[in-house]
């Protein structure tokens, strides 16, 4: 499952927004071809740790590393230039534009006529339409349909396709199956597997901790900005580590001074 070297590596660190202390001395590997849990109360830093990574804030001190190499500017481009995509429910995608469109964003490819640039429709479609069956959209729907007339599975579904045929090498799921119906909950786990089996690091946000652990090799527990537990699903039960959620770090801190 993972070749031991981290795809991802955070090392001590520390995120002051003014004086509230959002991030204590945070470290975590994530590996490529795997998926893990990040939990925690609402509040407890999953997010803003994310958006470290991300690059959307410069962490007060500590490190990242991406494939052994140190971070050492952190901006928005980041996500772009280490291959992370962020799936979450309300963006990501352009209601009143194609699904072809939306498939592109930012990466249109182009043909010139005479010189004269143009965006290239055809592959647009083409492409498009190949990924959005492979992940499991419905027939009737096409390419050239506006993303407004999908469901909230069939968005997330876009947004995964996008993920793979860009070669993204990090997705990020963050509530990926909020406001869904069981069977559309069902099909983005799914995916979300998929992805993994297909070698990315699957990243997977959520405050379910029954409905990530069937999913995940590894589960992140974060509270009041620390990372409070960091276990494999085949050493700890889901009850287990719901236990230590309701009960915070007390209940870790017991178990480390008993072993
Ligand atoms: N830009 C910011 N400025 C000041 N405080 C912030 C900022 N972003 C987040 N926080 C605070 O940092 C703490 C951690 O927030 P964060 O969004 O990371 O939590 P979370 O674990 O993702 O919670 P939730 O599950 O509710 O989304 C919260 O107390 C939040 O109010």
């Known amino acids: 499952m993972t070749n031991g070297h981290p795809l991802i590596q955070v ?70 230039d280490q291959g992370i995509e962020t799936i979450q429910q309300s963006v990501g995608l352009c209601d009143n534009l194609s699904i072809a469109r939306n498939f592109y964003l930012g990466r249109e490819p182009v043909r010139r006529i005479l010189g004269i640039p143009f965006l290239d429709f055809t592959t647009m479609r083409d492409k498009s339409t190949r990924v959005i069956r492979q992940f499991g959209l419905r027939d009737n729907v096409s390419a050239d349909d506006e993303v407004e007339r999908l469901s909230g599975g069939e968005r997330q579904s876009v947004k995964i396709g996008r993920a793979v045929e860009f070669r993204n090498r990090v997705v990020i799921m963050d509530e990926p199956t909020n406001h869904l119906s069981v069977r559309e909950r069902e099909h983005v786990n799914e995916l979300a597997v998929q992805l993994k089996k297909q070698g990315l690091l699957v990243i997977y946000i959520t405050h379910d901790i029954f409905q990530v652990h069937k999913l995940a090799d590894r589960i992140v527990i974060m509270e009041n900005g620390e990372k409070i537990e960091d276990a494999s699903t085949s050493k700890m039960t889901a009850e287990q580590l719901e236990e230590v959620i309701r009960q915070g770090g007390r209940v870790v801190e017991r178990r480390e001074a008993l072993s």
């Open 11 to 80: 090392k001590n660190l520390d995120l002051y927004f003014g004086a509230f202390h959002a991030l204590k001395n945070v470290s975590v590997d994530f590996h490529a071809g795997e998926l893990v849990g990040l939990v925690g109360d609402n509040g407890a830093g999953k997010t803003t740790l994310i958006r470290v990574l991300c690059g959307m804030h410069t962490p007060t001190s500590g490190e990242v590393y991406f494939d052994g190499q140190r971070v050492e500017k952190f901006h928005p481009k980041l996500a772009i």
